[in-house]
């Protein structure tokens, strides 16, 4: 997902869709003829202080594995560039083979740029803003395996390796040696249980959600830090009226270890859960946070989505509630009916506003 900063931006959005499908609809019904193959690319160019113009693309490839056709498998890839000679690339997938009782997912990416840090805490002010550039491949591949009709069980793999990282000299990070500033690898190796009822994988119109994950961060497998990251993800879909769906999200993460380096910490807000806060404007050990919308259908193939969300970030030893909200509009075009893939625009306030353009929906 390509984020866009506030800020000057300057936004060139080109909707180039090939869709072998058919439809000029308001929404999804429950059949639809036999879907095939859709490949989505979306162009971006804008600029921030920070990177300078950049200019980045974003393509989803939504095709099907399965034998009867009703799971559709998705590749996303993605790139950015800027003038000043950041750089990210990045491929996630989720591939879907039920009949043959596996599924895998998984994001490999190659990140060279800078990020903003306002230190850790939920009382972290607009005024200890810094800015750090790091250079990092990163791999996550998290195959499942099909235990029945809803459940799945897996095992999560992830390895990054920080390198080259550059601080504000009077910023907190080096003025305070915060774990992580000296970069190192980051490896761990974990289990995810999931229940996965909805009616589809990319735009469920009813169904549940439910994930628990635990990744161990260890020298056994190379890793330069200890610690536990877990989390817990439900999600609930459902057509209330006339194709109206209500979307609900909770979603909580917890740190836990000696050795929690600072771009590992939970981190609230960014282009999928708080949209309206900068990811990673708040930070801590633990994080909570519940998101809502409806999705609307207006005309032909656009939706309209209302949504509104609020949670905070804490540790058990010193919480001092601050829950922060945030809320904003969006806009949904179809751009293949039959595998139920969108172009997601949505702009939303939390500390400042935030304009998001990606492929898929937020939750």
């Known amino acids: 997902m390509l984020r866009l900063d506030t800020g000057l931006m300057v936004i060139i959005l080109c909707l180039l869709t090939w869709n072998n499908g058919e439809a000029q609809v308001t929404t999804f019904p429950n059949q639809v003829p036999t879907p095939g193959q859709t490949f989505v690319p979306v162009p971006v160019v804008f600029f921030t202080p920070e990177t300078n113009w950049a200019f980045g693309a974003r393509a989803s490839y939504t095709f099907h594995l399965d034998s009867l056709r009703q799971t559709p498998s998705t590749i996303q890839i993605g790139g950015l560039y800027t003038l000043r000679k950041q750089f990210i690339s ?92 000296d970069g190192g690898n980051v490896n761990g190796v974990g289990i995810q249980l999931r229940f996965d009822s909805r009616d589809h994988t990319i735009f469920p119109i009813n169904g549940v959600y439910a994930s628990a994950k635990s990744v161990i961060y260890n020298s056994y497998w190379g890793s330069d830090y200890s610690f536990v990251a877990s989390e817990l993800d439900l999600r609930h879909y459902q057509n209330i009226a006339g194709g109206i769906i209500w979307a609900s999200q909770f979603l909580t993460t917890f740190r836990t270890g000696p050795e929690i380096p600072f771009y590992h910490l939970s981190l609230l807000g960014g282009p999928n859960m708080m949209r309206g806060h900068f990811e990673g404007r708040y930070r801590n050990q633990n994080m909570w946070a519940v998101q809502s919308e409806l999705r609307l259908p207006v005309w032909r193939r656009f939706f309209v989505v209302p949504f509104a969300s609020f949670g905070d970030v804490f540790d058990f030893e010193k919480y001092q509630r601050s829950i922060k909200f945030a809320g904003g509009m969006g806009l949904r075009y179809i751009v293949d009916h039959q595998n139920r893939v969108n172009i997601r625009a949505d702009v939303a306030y939390g500390h400042h506003f935030q304009f998001y353009l990606s492929i898929l929906e937020a939750f």
């Open 90 to 181: 990045n491929l996630s997938f989720n591939l879907y083979r039920p009949e043959k009782r596996w599924e895998l997912a998984g994001e490999v990416g190659y990140y060279d740029y800078v990020f903003k840090y306002w230190g850790v805490g939920n009382q972290s002010s607009e005024l200890k803003r810094e800015t750090y550039s790091v250079t990092y491949p990163s791999v996550v591949i998290t195959p499942a395996f099909v235990l029945s009709k809803y459940w799945r069980i897996g095992l999560t793999t992830e390895f990054h390796k920080y390198s080259r990282l550059q601080l504000d000299e009077e910023g907190e990070l080096k003025r305070l040696q915060t774990t992580g500033v």
